[in-house]
């Protein structure tokens, strides 16, 4: 199954500007270290990533 990212998953989170670069960051992330390299299953990491994805994280 091919994946298809939200249409509006960037409009379903806030944003903040970071100092004087105008970059906007999420302002919530999702710390990988702790998704990979354990017991959880490979299509569980997948759909948190997607869902994160999806949100705008």
């Known amino acids: 199954m091919k994946f298809r990212a939200s249409q509006d998953r960037y409009s379903q989170i806030k944003y903040r500007r970071v100092g004087k670069s105008g970059l906007l960051l999420p302002e919530v992330s ?28």
Not at 31 to 57: M, T, Y
């Open 30 to 57: 999702l710390g990988l270290w702790h998704n990979f390299g354990s017991d959880h299953s490979f299509a569980n990491q997948r759909a948190v990533l997607r869902r994160a994805f999806d949100l705008g994280i």
